[in-house]
């Protein structure tokens, strides 16, 4: 971390929070109030499941996978890029094709009835020479406290992801995913324990089509007139698949706060430049001249892609927790970092939408069943970091829930000034504190951050919440383009925007009355 000033301010937010107001200086402004709770689940935790298309054309991309995928796996056990990201201690890893059979119809030799069914694969690939006397694996890849080996838990990622290119071409990556979390995972099931009420869920989708998930087999029949390959990009039978709606339904009800449990990555035909919109994608669907084919929408050396539309509207329905990668670039490690970073965001970060009024504050406790105020201040080895507020009953349970405030922290330098500098700082008390933006990196780079102390951060099944007074600039005075008498866009008290003497720029000029 950079050195710079630490400012103690009666704010607090979950893990490293990235603030988008400047918090240093504060005029006069108009307040309203931001709420958030938030789950803390057993931190860190993560599940990752790779939805792996394994038809015909995926040799090249598939090697890709198996070769770029370890250093995902080094970077979220032991941070580099990021030291200060907190390092995932407990991380289960599970593959799944993306071929489920068509049903009763037979298009051809490659696709049986139900395929692989979203049933966890734990096969040596026949791809890969040096596997081929190894496994089966087991169907659950688990890294616990250091084991096994971070080259080991590769070694095995890679033997078994290779699935082959032996897989039906009807690809259906989305219905794949719920299966392998939800039809196949309950008790008795094959892929039994390998999700976790408490762990972070991570979903890799990479193919080079479009999601075909289908609702209706009989989409499949040869009475149909219309070539099979482009018969789920045409939308007269949309109503022949799932909905997107439906998959986004499914997989957030995973989770007790999918907002931040939840990270989803797809790397698949997407342009190298592409937009991000989702609409350029729509009007890449298109059939060529031959009325045979659909026209690609990125294509290589190694081979071509389509507009993985679907998939793409599905990863877009998580917000910031979600990266879109191009499956067209010969170079994947960029697109592990972005899945890492997404990854270890939901780890480390949460940001606020607003500015908070230091003046006024946040007020923010933490509410815990299972724990009382005492409980949580002897687990943190401090016996001052929580104070009661008062007991609750749950509603629902009818169980005694325990409300405590956290204190912030205190660091000062060896002339007792509060700052924080890595070679000079004494943390005095633990609790949450403050980086301003000017020495912010990582995510929050160019932002600012609230942080917990070591022993601050909040234990596993408890749950935040904040209630802070945010800033809010009076519209007389939002002046983004201005110069001087401004802080983050906003007039100083005393000032308004208007024109500047040239008539053609907006600045900030006094406030006069005549």
Not at 27 to 54: F, G, H, M
Not at 458 to 470: F, H, K, L, W
Request: aromatic share 8%; proline share 6%; glycine share 6%.
């Amino acid at each position: 971390m950079k050195k710079g000033i630490i400012l103690i301010i009666p704010v607090l937010f979950f893990l490293n929070n990235c603030v988008d107001r400047s918090l240093a200086r504060v005029q006069p402004k108009t307040s309203t109030y931001e709420a958030k709770s938030i789950y803390q689940a057993e931190i860190p935790k993560v599940d990752i499941l790779v939805v792996v298309d394994n038809s015909e054309s995926m040799r090249e991309e598939q090697t890709n996978l198996v070769n770029n995928f370890p250093a995902l796996i080094r970077e979220l056990v032991s941070p580099t890029l990021d030291p200060e990201a907190n390092p995932v201690q407990d991380m289960h890893i599970g593959v799944v094709s993306t071929d489920l059979g068509t049903g009763p119809y037979r298009i051809d030799n490659r696709c049986t009835e139900h395929g692989d069914d979203g049933i966890l694969q734990n096969e040596p690939s026949s791809l890969i020479p040096e596997c081929a006397n190894r496994g089966p694996f087991p169907q659950i890849i688990s890294y616990s406290n250091g084991l096994p080996a971070v080259d080991e838990l590769a070694e095995q990622f890679k033997c078994i992801a290779a699935l082959g290119i032996d897989g039906c071409g009807i690809e259906q990556p989305l219905e794949a995913a719920k299966r392998a979390l939800i039809d196949q995972a309950g008790p008795g099931k094959p892929n039994e324990g390998f999700l976790r009420d408490d762990a972070i869920l991570a979903i890799i989708f990479v193919t080079d089509e479009n999601d075909c998930s289908l609702k209706d087999y009989s989409l499949l029949s040869s009475e149909i007139p219309d070539p099979m390959n482009i018969r789920c990009f045409l939308p007269q039978y949309q109503d022949y698949l799932y909905s997107v709606d439906y998959y986004e339904e499914q997989i957030k009800s995973l989770k007790a706060d999918p907002d931040n449990q939840i990270v989803i990555a797809v790397i698949a035909g997407v342009p190298i430049n592409w937009d991000k919109s989702l609409q350029s994608l729509i009007d890449m669907q298109r059939v060529d001249d031959t009325g045979e084919k659909m026209i690609p929408s990125c294509e290589t050396a190694l081979g071509k892609a389509y507009p993985p539309v679907r998939l793409v509207d599905f990863a877009y329905r998580f917000g910031e927790n979600q990266t879109v990668q191009s499956i067209c670039v010969q170079d994947w490690r960029p697109a592990m970092l972005a899945i890492t970073r997404k990854i270890q965001g939901l780890i480390s970060y949460t940001c606020l939408e607003r500015g908070v009024d230091i003046e006024k504050g946040c007020d923010v406790v933490v509410r815990a069943k299972d724990y009382t105020c005492d409980d949580l201040n002897e687990l943190a080895e401090d016996g001052s970091i929580y104070s009661f507020i008062k007991t609750e009953i749950d509603e629902k349970t009818n169980e005694e829930i325990n409300v405590c405030r956290m204190q912030r922290a205190d660091f000062v330098d060896t002339n007792g000034n509060h700052i924080y500098d890595e070679e000079e700082e004494e943390l005095i008390r633990e609790g949450w504190y403050y980086i301003p933006a000017e020495y912010t990196e990582g995510k929050c780079e160019g932002k600012h951050e609230i942080r917990f102390t070591p022993k601050a951060v909040p234990p596993s099944n408890t749950r935040i919440n904040i209630v802070c007074a945010t800033n809010l600039c009076p519209s007389n005075r939002v002046c983004p383009n201005a110069t001087k008498y401004v802080e983050n866009g906003c007039c100083l008290e005393g000032y308004h925007c208007g024109y500047s003497s040239d008539g053609v720029s907006q600045q900030c000029v006094p406030d006069r009355s005549w």
